[in-house]
């Protein structure tokens, strides 16, 4: 999410929520935050086993192609843009 996304919900999020709502929202974004997984690097097996999907999906015509992935990352952000308009207009 882009930081001008984040800043619009922070602003609706202190325009409609009471302090002690607001609180409590922190203390359960904190504890999610607190159970997340600690990351450890892949093994060689899960990397070929990776490498090995690809090459399957490529094999099958499973794939985009850049034109097609811009394409799709553009409707995802004019969605996102579309969305965010309705939020101020709240």
């Given at each position: 999410?882009?930081?001008?996304?984040?800043?619009?919900?922070?602003?609706?999020?202190?325009?409609?929520?009471s302090?002690?709502?607001?609180?409590?929202?922190?203390?359960?974004?904190?504890a999610?935050?607190?159970?997340?997984?600690?990351?450890?690097?892949y093994?060689?097996?899960?990397?070929?086993?990776?490498?090995?999907e690809?090459e399957?999906q490529?094999?099958?015509?499973?794939?985009q192609?850049?034109?097609?992935?811009?394409?799709?990352?553009?409707?995802?952000?004019?969605?996102e843009?579309?969305?965010?308009?309705?939020a101020?207009?709240?």
């Amino acid at each position: 999410m882009s930081k001008e996304s984040l800043e619009h919900l922070r602003d609706y999020i202190q325009l409609t929520l009471s302090p002690h709502e607001i609180s409590w929202l922190m203390n359960e974004l904190g504890a999610k935050s607190q159970k997340q997984e600690t990351l450890k690097p892949y093994t060689m097996d899960e990397i070929n086993a990776m490498i090995d999907e690809g090459e399957r999906q490529i094999a099958n015509g499973e794939y985009q192609d850049f034109d097609e992935a811009m394409d799709e990352l553009e409707r995802e952000f004019a969605e996102e843009d579309r969305l965010l308009e309705m939020a101020e207009t709240v």
